[in-house]
């Protein structure tokens, strides 16, 4: 098991409650995306694959108020 990636604190709380339940996707995502580097992608294609995110997040707000 690899050393856990710095992480904003919403995240790191989040990854506990989980791990707590024992349920750990949220750190095997991490340790995967450590050993696998990003691909580069252009504005549009980043664009293209946030899109169904974003349309949830306006949904159901970011969780801020």
């Known amino acids: 098991m690899t050393a ?3 992480v904003a ?3 790191a709380e989040l990854r506990a409650r989980l ?3 024992a349920d750990p996707t949220l750190t095997h995502l991490w340790e ?3 050993s696998h580097p ?3 992608i252009g504005e549009a294609e980043a664009a293209h694959l946030l ?4 349309v949830l ?5 970011d969780g801020s108020g």
């Open 9 to 11: 604190e919403e995240l």
């Open 4 to 6: 856990p990636m710095p």
């Open 57 to 61: 997040r306006d949904l159901i707000g």
């Open 38 to 40: 990003a691909l580069p």
């Open 19 to 21: 791990e707590r339940r």
């Open 51 to 54: 899109e169904p995110f974003l």
């Open 32 to 34: 995967q995306s450590a």
